[in-house]
């Protein structure tokens, strides 16, 4: 069974070394000498000489006693926000907070803590079991760089579980979006404000008018977003502005959908401006891949039969946002997120309950015995 008081010392002890994206060093040397008294296959690959972190990300591998069981794969990542690192927990009527100077953390040791202890829970019973992989990644925080750059010829499993969300157990995310930032440069002519403006073409006014095309709320529909969150524009408060360059944040999860928005925005935009007199250029950057698992794939099965063999009723959800398990589905491993606990996120006042961290352990571990049940 799942040793509350061991999984509880095993976050703390976690959380109070150095966190930030880039430098997990201490964290990876850490878990790999927890692996090593687990009795697993660890290593940490090289994703480092890409993101120019301190350390790759750490693999684990528990060999099947049940081959024809699916294989699972659990992931979490090692870094936290700034201020993080060494945090020096108060835990007060079971609830685990920083001390105000840091961010807790939970964000996201509550993954690694849970997966760790339901591994060792289930090697001291001798439990059967599919083959499990393991991945805790480094520098999620600054861009999913961790698992934007890992090789994807090392994922071996079925299935896969991010750990690395708020809410409590059974709240699982089946599907979130894929991501274009685009950065549009609309190009216009100098000339003096005062003089003979009539000789300019102002970009800014240009790329005002593009702005005017866009949802105030950043809401297209139920699946789709976009907003333009950030510009730069202008030389001098006497010179028709010559460039303005804003970026498009835009999202869909439904892939398909969002490549064909993109085209309809770049044909919109391309009228307005050159109606204008001026000229536009896209420089489209793919942000993460979506996740489209829906509601009936087996991984998302598989995760709300254990959180009812726990008896929590399952929540699916979906997301708006970018986490590592939108890159593990990019690279073909259907991969879901699922909740730890963690609250308060990202900031100081971060908590994470006892009893959900608790929780986050026994449905990790069901899920190994819920597979252990099935054939591939
Ligand atoms: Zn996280």
Redesign the pocket.
């Known amino acids: 069974m799942i040793d509350r008081v061991r999984l509880i010392n095993d976050f703390i002890e976690l959380v109070s070394l150095p966190a930030a994206s880039k430098k997990e060093g201490a964290v990876a040397a850490h878990l790999c000498k927890k692996l090593t008294a687990l009795g697993l296959e660890h290593e940490q690959d090289e994703v480092h000489l890409v993101t120019g972190g301190e350390c790759g990300n750490v693999w684990a591998y528990w060999p099947a006693t049940l081959p024809d069981a699916p294989a699972l794969f659990f992931e979490a990542?090692m870094d936290s926000v700034s201020p993080c690192g060494g945090t020096e927990v108060v835990r007060k009527d079971g609830v685990l907070y920083s001390d105000g100077t840091t961010t807790l953390g939970g964000?996201?040791k509550s993954g690694i803590a849970a997966v760790l202890e339901a591994v060792r829970s289930l090697r001291e019973e001798g439990a059967e079991h599919g083959a499990v992989q393991i991945c805790f990644t480094v520098s999620?925080?600054i861009g999913c760089l961790g698992a934007a750059n890992l090789d994807k010829k090392r994922l071996l499993a079925d299935y896969g579980y991010c750990l690395?969300m708020g809410g409590s157990l059974g709240e699982i995310v089946y599907a979130a979006p894929k991501l274009y930032d685009v950065e549009v440069t609309v190009t216009g002519k100098a000339a003096h404000a005062g003089l003979e403006p009539e000789k300019g073409v102002n970009a800014l006014l240009l790329a005002s008018r593009c702005l005017s095309l866009l949802p105030a709320s950043g809401r297209l529909d139920e699946e789709t977003t976009l907003s333009v969150n950030t510009m730069s524009a202008g030389v001098g408060t006497n010179i028709i502005c010559p460039e303005a360059k804003f970026v498009i944040d835009m999202r869909c999860r439904n892939s398909a959908k969002l490549d064909g928005l993109l085209i309809k925005i770049q044909k919109e935009l391309t009228a307005v401006v050159e109606e204008g007199g001026g000229s536009i250029a896209f420089a489209v950057k793919e942000g993460c891949p979506a996740m489209e698992l829906g509601k009936e794939h087996p991984c998302i099965l598989l995760a709300s039969a254990a959180a009812r063999a726990l008896g929590a009723e399952p929540k699916l959800k979906t997301s708006g946002g970018c986490?590592d398990s939108n890159y593990l589905c990019g690279y073909g491993l259907p991969c879901a997120l699922l909740a730890t606990g963690?609250s308060a996120?990202h900031t100081t006042a971060e908590f994470l309950k006892e009893d959900d961290l608790y929780d986050t352990a026994r449905w990790v571990r069901q899920l190994i015995l819920e597979a252990a049940k099935m054939k591939k």
């Open positions: 990542h964000d996201d999620e925080e690395d986490a963690m996120i």
